[in-house]
């Protein structure tokens, strides 16, 4: 059976927390969306959108994203 494309909103709703929690990281270390995306490295407009919880990053991406920003993994899931 093929699997919906759209996600259940829990999920969308538990994404955008996670992008939330992302955002108060990014902020309270003082640090831009523009310097975090350079890091990663991504381009801006695709972490933004994760910072919205409009896009799924891979782990490895979210790992990279805890590393530049300086906090742990579990600090943003």
Do not use: C
Not at 21 to 45: C, F, G, H, S, Y
Not at 48 to 69: F, K, M, Y
Request: glycine content about 4%.
């Amino acid at each position: 059976m093929p699997r919906s494309s759209a996600s259940p909103d829990w999920v969308l709703a538990r994404r955008r927390a996670v992008g939330e929690k992302i955002r108060a990281a990014r902020l309270n270390a003082e640090l831009t969306q523009e310097a975090v995306a350079l890091a990663v490295p991504m381009d801006r407009a695709t972490y933004v959108r994760i910072e919205q919880g409009q896009a799924s990053p891979l782990l490895d991406t979210l790992i990279a994203i805890a590393d530049v920003i300086g906090v742990p993994l579990s600090e943003l899931v």
